[in-house]
């Protein structure tokens, strides 16, 4: 049981640059979740999706694309990354009352 | 809109001494309330929820909603209880859920 996975686990980017972090589930969880943890603010929703093609904000969207053709998958991209990206990241999928969460993505963007 | 404060960011306790993790909230309407935590290399999970009314490795959470807190309790700290400590709130017909700041609890020998 896979469960929630999420890729790459670190990475390296320039400012400017287009990101992509993969969050995927072997679940069938029908909604998924995008955190950002950093220190000071705890973790904050950037975007969250209750089914396949539907979508929605949450407290810190901007600069962020989600997308969600498959139930399984829920990538976050950062269109142009800025230093103030710099984070981790976790995806996190929800069972009735209760969220499971992926490994994170510690982001640096120089 | 809902919010959660943690107002300790660090806590230090020796083992065997109780703990209290403070969490506060504000939401107009009946929440759902939860603790997360966040062991040293691994993933952040559940750790209790205040409808399960339960005890989890000794934890315990009480909700207050006169005083709108849900803090987490332990007699006597164990060295393993050291983790980020995360309070957390979902809306009571929602999936969101809002996060507090977190508490690094230390537990010394």
């Known amino acids: 049981d896979a469960g929630i996975t999420q890729s790459p686990r670190y990475k390296i980017t320039e400012t400017g640059r287009q990101v992509t972090l993969m969050c995927h589930q072997t679940?069938?969880?029908?909604?998924m979740f995008w955190y950002r943890q950093d220190l000071g603010h705890g973790l904050r929703l950037i975007y969250y999706?209750?089914?396949?093609?539907?979508?929605d904000k949450g407290e810190v969207p901007d600069g962020y694309v989600v997308s969600r053709s498959k139930t399984e998958n829920f990538p976050l991209t950062l269109e142009s990354a800025t230093r103030s990206q710099t984070s981790v990241y976790f995806c996190?999928?929800?069972?009735?009352?209760?969220?499971?969460f992926g490994p994170g993505t510690r982001l640096t963007v120089l | 809109a809902q919010r959660v404060t943690q107002p300790e960011k660090l806590l230090s306790v020796f083992k065997g001494a109780p703990v209290e993790l403070k969490c506060n909230y504000s939401?107009?309407?009946?929440?759902?309330l939860f603790w997360y935590v966040q062991y040293s290399r691994q993933r952040l999970q559940l750790l209790l929820r205040?409808?399960s009314r339960e005890s989890i490795k000794g934890f315990t959470a009480d909700l207050n909603k006169g005083e709108t807190s849900f803090h987490l309790k332990k007699p006597f700290a164990q060295e393993e209880d050291s983790a980020m400590y995360y309070c957390?709130?979902?809306?009571?017909?929602?999936?969101?859920?809002?996060f507090g700041e977190g508490t690094q609890l230390t537990v010394n020998p």
């Open positions: 999706s209750a089914a396949a093609d539907i979508t």
């Open positions: 939401y107009s309407g009946s929440p759902e």
């Open positions: 205040h409808i």
């Open positions: 679940w069938s969880h029908s909604y």
């Open positions: 996190a999928s929800l069972r009735g009352l209760e969220q499971f």
């Open positions: 957390a709130l979902q809306e009571t017909s929602g999936s969101r859920l809002t």
